[in-house]
Structures are given as structure tokens and as C-alpha cells.
């Protein structure tokens, strides 16, 4: 259960980098307020927006390059857009940091449940997945006891800092620690477009998606 226990905290880890932004979200309008309420709402929702976009190839390149790989270079990802994040550069830069901490929450959340699914014990699969199940809640709640206290000592970039070292580390840990991953298999990536199309021309296959990426943006503007 030691792997079980490292993929739920690089689940944390993809958690907060939506939670990092929604607990500072005042101090940025200090910052960034010149680009209006939906701008701002967009520094939150850009990373579920990459999840609504390449979701559906998220799974098929998982599988090309193999979960181990894809879940190390997500924490590595993460950790290298935290620390620019940390300098806190103008609006245009900081939506394509958060752009790709769109793809590092997407690989993590695609493959975090599916490798713990195959690790847990049949016995403890259920238990497995319910503490997957709660990274989300789990990290708004430490998000919302830490970080204030952590961004009045240092600041907005302490906060961000910290989330680098989080990721840096644990993607560490794990490359070191989970298995090998199966040799390559060829995959046929040429229906990748075709497969978007499909879904985005469907209201009940698209909907779900785009209301799960639009919710930060609307709830940031109460």
C-alpha cells in the first residue's frame, strides 16, 4: 500500500494546482486585476479547459509512453511550472505556465487511479480507490489551514515554491519507487481527430466536460 499511499500524495500534488490559485485568489486580483473577472477566472480554469481539450488523448499517449514515464515527467512538469509561476510573470506567461500545468493535472489525474487500480490488492481496491477518491477534498482542506499562514511569511511565491518542491520531490520518489513499465506497444494515434470531432459534435458526450472546465470560471466571479 506504500505506492498507493505515494500516487494519492502526487494526486494532492495536481489537487492543489488548482487549490494554490483558489486560496490567493484576492491576491491576484492585486496583481492581475487589470484583465477583469473572467481573466482572473481564467488563471483557475485553464487547467481543467487542457483536461475538456486533450482528455481524450491523454489516454491513448499514457499508454504509448507507459504510466511510470507519464506520471515522472507530469511531477517534473509541475515542479518547473511552479517555480515560474513563483516569479510571478505577466498575465500572457503565466496562462501558458498554467496551460501546461493543464497537461501535468491531466497525465497525473489519468494515470494516478488506473495504476493504483493495478497495485492495490483485490482485498483493498475499494479502500484504494476511496482514498484516491478523496485527494481533492483532502488538499483544499490543507490548502485553506497552510497557506495563509505560509503566504503571510513569504509571500505569494512561498506558497508556490513549496508546491514546486512537493511535486520535484515526489516525482523523485516515484521514479524511483514504481515498477518498470511494460515495453512500448505501437498505438494508432490517427483517429485522435476524428474521435474529438465525435465528441464535440454530441451535447451529451460534450456537456459533462465543458461544465466541469467552466465551473472555476463562474465561481470565481461571486
Known amino acids: 500500500m506504500v505506492l ?13 494546482q488548482f487549490g494554490k490559485i483558489s486560496v490567493i485568489f484576492d491576491d491576484l486580483r492585486g496583481l492581475y486585476g487589470g484583465t477583469g473577472e473572467v481573466g482572473l477566472g481564467l488563471i483557475v480554469s485553464v487547467v481543467g479547459m487542457v483536461g475538456l481539450i486533450l482528455g ?3 489516454g491513448l499517449l499514457v499508454a504509448r509512453i507507459g504510466p511510470k ?6 511531477m517534473a512538469l509541475g515542479a518547473v511550472v ?7 510573470p505577466a498575465y500572457p506567461l503565466l496562462i501558458a505556465a498554467r ?5 501535468s493535472h491531466l497525465t497525473i489525474v489519468v494515470v494516478g487511479p488506473t495504476m493504483i487500480a493495478g497495485l492495490a490488492p483485490e482485498a483493498r481496491r475499494a479502500l484504494a480507490m476511496t482514498l484516491w477518491s478523496s485527494f481533492f477534498g483532502v488538499t483544499y482542506a490543507i490548502l485553506a489551514v497552510a497557506a495563509p499562514p505560509l503566504v503571510t511569511w513569504g509571500g505569494i511565491p512561498a506558497l508556490f515554491f ?6 520535484a520531490l515526489l516525482g523523485v520518489v516515484l521514479a524511483v519507487a514504481l515498477p518498470r513499465d511494460p515495453p512500448r506497444q505501437p498505438g494508432r ?30 465561481t470565481s466571479l461571486f
Do not use: C, D, K, Q
Open 4 to 16: 498507493v499511499l505515494l500516487l494519492w500524495a502526487a494526486g494532492l500534488g495536481a489537487a492543489a
Open 56 to 58: 481524450t488523448t491523454a
Open 69 to 74: 514515464r507519464a506520471i515522472v515527467a507530469a
Open 82 to 88: 511552479s517555480m515560474v509561476e513563483a516569479t510571478l
Open 99 to 103: 496551460v501546461l500545468e493543464g497537461v
Open 162 to 167: 513549496s508546491h514546486a518542491a512537493w511535486m
Open 189 to 218: 494515434m490517427g483517429n485522435i481527430v476524428a474521435e474529438h470531432l465525435a465528441i464535440y459534435a454530441s451535447p451529451r458526450l460534450a456537456a459533462p466536460a465543458m461544465g466541469f472546465a467552466s465551473i472555476p470560471s463562474f
